[in-house]
Antibody, heavy 120, light 111 residues
Framework: EVHLVESGEVVVQPGGSLRLSCAAS????????MTWVRQAPGKGLEWVSL????????FISDSVKGRFAISRDNNRNSLYLQMSSLTIEDTAVYYC?????????????WGQGVLVTVSS | QSVLTQPPSASGTPGQRVTIPCFGS????????VYWYQQLPGTAPKLLAH????HRPSGVPDRFSGSKSGTSASLAISGLQSEDEADYYC???????????FGGGTRLTVL
């Protein structure tokens, strides 16, 4: 069974930095692309970033370009999101999700999400 | 503002068939598979359907089906049930943005 577990809830000050982690199990991690999707309180889903199976190709939303970076460690079955220069608009639940064998196959399994609160 | 456009709300009565549209453009829906997600209150999204008719997500009832025509897609739910009350999102890759777009979401109410 596929399991995706993001790191715990956190509070960070505006301008601060944070690295989210997602531990994956139940599938061959290095066969699949992975992604981060966020959801601000009471709002819809917003795609953040995607990485292909070996990390050679990454894609990122214009809304976070230059501030966020996605990476993965296939030896540790883990996905990461390095976030910097955080603003209150980055406050959201961040989900990691499993993609497919190619860049765009949708996201068939999702983690439970981790709430990131940017507040002074 | 989402480039994939969905109506903010939809409704139906138990047993009814409802459809939720998603409007895009040539660079997204017109060129790539569209995926639909269901999000129940307080839970993570769940893959529900897509426009690749050769494959259905495992474990999803065949009451849910996705289709597309040109630059628009739709999710059809037949035999509507009270537990279908949720938010529904469409998503597609955009070749111009080189990234993923989500629709703004449609809240489905079962009357």
């Amino acid at each position: 069974e596929v399991h995706l577990v993001e790191s715990g809830e956190v509070v960070v000050q505006p301008g601060g930095s944070l690295r989210l982690s997602c531990a994956a199990s139940g599938f061959t991690f290095d066969d699949y692309s992975m992604t981060w999707v966020r959801q601000a309180p009471g709002k819809g889903l917003e795609w953040v970033s995607l990485i292909n199976w070996d990390g050679a190709a990454t894609f990122i939303s214009d809304s976070v370009k230059g501030r966020f970076a996605i990476s993965r460690d296939n030896n540790r079955n883990s996905l990461y999101l390095q976030m910097s220069s955080l603003t209150i608009e980055d406050t959201a639940v961040y989900y990691c999700a499993k993609g497919g064998n190619s860049i765009w196959d949708g996201f068939d399994h999702w983690g439970q999400g981790v709430l990131v609160t940017v507040s002074s | 503002q989402s480039v994939l456009t969905q109506p903010p709300s939809a409704s139906g009565t138990p047993g009814q068939r409802v459809t939720i549209p998603c409007f895009g453009s040539r660079s997204n829906i017109g060129s790539n598979t569209v995926y639909w997600y269901q999000q129940l209150p307080g839970t993570a999204p769940k893959l529900l359907a897509h426009t690749n008719k050769d494959h259905r997500p495992s474990g999803v009832p065949d009451r849910f089906s996705g289709s597309k025509s040109g630059t628009s897609a739709s999710l059809a739910i037949s035999g509507l049930q009270s537990e279908d009350e949720a938010d529904y999102y469409c998503a597609a890759w955009d070749d111009s943005l080189n990234g993923v777009l989500f629709g703004g979401g449609t809240r489905l109410t079962v009357l």
